[in-house]
């Protein structure tokens, strides 16, 4: 027995049939999950002002530190203060804030006054349309240890903050006592320097002036890739050392003026040159990641300076604070109070 055609007018009707009971059962579906993940309009703008003004919390430092703000060099300068003793200045770099010291503050406040600041162009800094050459941003770092009282100071800096504290020794070196770079670069500092800023794809990108835009909005996206590129140890940061580095990130203005940093480049290797023709004499730690610029860093210094020591960070990539606390933190204090 044969069975028999199929109509086209049949086969048409029954295709008909079939995508009406389809979406009938898909308009189904959608309304009962609709309905099972309802919330009132309320609560939602409840939530999301409830979640808003957690997130633009700034971070607390420890209970021996506060808050502060200082007019320099012509910008509001964010800062943080405590401890007790000769001052050190700490520096942040690209992707954090003040707050990427916030591990060492308590050890390091019982043997100095510390104080981490927020570079312009950074989390409760003014981020001024100029001025991000590294030897500007060092001049508003000095003027507020000026308005501090201090005539001389420690410092360290990490990666952008390696710059700055590096024109700031160049500039004002009589009044360094101690000088110590953490994992970066010197803007102009050969063969090293120009192997990496031709090399190194964020350096380029960060440059152009359309990348704050860019990235402004997607923050979080942004940095969480971007964090383990030049990482070594997974996860190093904690979630509220991450949350507040967004949140800094995140502040109006702010991608913009970190990657000013990045723009003013040329300019700093113009300024580097004229610094490097005299070297500087206070002692300088040189301190790397095993995995970034321990290989490099001591004999990069030495051509700027003339009496450095090194130490070199196992385990770690770029954000040595956060991958080796411990051996980064007894390097700086062996550094600095002289064992």
Known sequence: ???????PADLSAALQILFVILLFVS???????????????????????DTLASALQPANPPANFKHQTAKVNGINLHYVIGGEGAPLVLIHGFGQ???MWNRLLPELSKHFTVIAPDLRGSGESDKPATGYDKKTMAADIHELVKQLGYDTINLAG??????????????FGNEVKKLALLDALIPGVEPVWTKYYTTIWHFGFFARPVAGNIVAGHEREFLTDFWPQVGYVQNAFTKEEAD??????????????????????????????????????????????????APFLATHSRLVANNVSEVKIAGAGHWIVQEQTVQVQKGLLDFFTGK
């Open 1 to 7: 027995m044969h069975n028999k055609p199929t109509k």
């Open 244 to 293: 507040e580095f967004i949140r800094a990130f995140a502040v109006k203005g702010a991608t913009t003026g970190n990657f000013h940093w990045f723009g003013e480049f040329p300019q700093d290797v113009k300024d580097n040159h004229e610094f490097m023709k005299k070297k500087l004499s206070m002692p300088l730690l040189a301190m790397g990641g095993e995995k970034f610029s």
């Open 158 to 171: 990490h990666d952008i903050g390696l710059m700055v504290a590096y024109a700031y020794a160049a500039q």
């Open 97 to 99: 804030n003040w707050y």
């Open 27 to 49: 308009l189904s579906f959608v309304s009962c999950n609709n309905d099972s993940q309802a919330t009132p309009k309320e609560d939602v703008k409840a939530q999301s002002k």
